[in-house]
């Protein structure tokens, strides 16, 4: 069963309906957020889609067109849920007086699903309006009964198990924040202004975990990054079990439970799975650049082969290539020109913490098509060619491994792409200057740790955050 207290949206044409539907998810064990539909759109729709919105209950026939115009029905409610549902799995509960029309219904949604440019719901249920009040209600009241419309939504929500368990994790996370929240409260309930207390004590935590600067242009990144540690800790210490049903659990554990390796999906390959996992694809806006801990720039190519290039890394692009990354040193100039060349940005929190002059940190990285991998991870074999053993150039270069990227820009073709970094090439630039490269993906945490914690042991001796009174 999906957890107690979840976000789920209602949508209706009739506001009288609406609020019974409200009432009745309420009764069930949740958060509804209504949305009332009129003149072919939602009255009061959110900005953005909303984040973490699972179970969406939605009437068939909303406004215009009458019961027989079923396209026009679907097209309200793909409208609907591409101005609420952010792209992720959810489950379309229709509330009809008119039920036995949902199955055309969910057909259509789902066969203008991609042309439209939403998530089709991983599954689909039904609740008749007429089992749980009198739609034309006689002389008297419309007998509404809240308590039967409570067990045919959760009877419609049984079924989903693998919802269940992520819904439960997000739960899990939520609660975490927020004992973290209370946690850092607690530390200043007692004082004469606890308010005033609390926000200064944010404000320490975030200057302390990033640094003034970076805490006051970017203070909810710093706040991010001083709080993290508690939650993390928090969500470790949570019984994982007590808010999913050992039903639910049950499909989960009998593949945990098969002999041998629990594989990925067929439809899931490695390359895909790092690409989501371990990196984060940006979207460059000229307005405001992303920089931070993790994010890897391209370096435009009026900086490549530059003085300041240079000076940085002591050669030329190719000879560069040859002497850091590429263990067949035969390699052509016109392979070298398929890779490209970027840069991690470590960013300096050690200095920060210390109150030492600061810079901005990056090391030197290199995009390899996949179909170009053998020339840079193996001892190649002087006669053929042919790869002997697998290796790096040297033991700082991480193959950080295969990803998946979109085509964003012209200088990086849609692929499969190695991503390699070099753990003592690194240039440093002003802590008011930026490097001259367009930031095209970011690094996620546990795989920025590995970089730095390779890095440290070629550059510089890890250092500890302590607070002096």
Known sequence: MIPFYSRVVAIDDNEDHLKKIVWGLGKAGFCPIPFLFQDGRLENAPESPLQGVRVVFTDIHMIGGGPQNERLHASNIIKSLRQTIAPGPYVLIFWSQFPEDYEMISRLINERAAESKILAPIGYGVVNKNDVFQVEPAEGGDQFNPEQLRQLILHQLEGHSTLAIATSWEDRVGRAAARTTDRVFELVKSADNPVDDWTQLLSHLAAEATGKNVAKTEPLRALDTALLPLLEDRLTQLNSNFMVSAEDLQPLLERVSVEGKVRRPATVSAAHLNTSYLIEELLPDPARLPSGRGVVSMLKSSFVNSGPFVSAFGHGKHDLIRCEFATKKTISEQEIDRTRLLVVELGPECDHVQGKLSTQRYLLSLLVPADLIDPFNGQQNGETGRRITRRMNNISVLNLGKFVL????????????????????????????????????????????????????????????????
């Open 406 to 469: 979109r085509e964003q820009a012209p200088d990086i073709e849609a692929g499969e792409w190695h991503l390699l970094v070099s753990c003592r090439c690194f240039m440093a630039v002003s802590a008011m200057s930026k490097v001259d490269g367009v930031p095209r993906f970011r690094l996620r945490r546990a795989q920025m740790d590995e970089v730095v914690h390779h890095y440290t042991t070629h550059a510089r001796r890890p250092g500890v955050m302590r607070f002096v009174d």
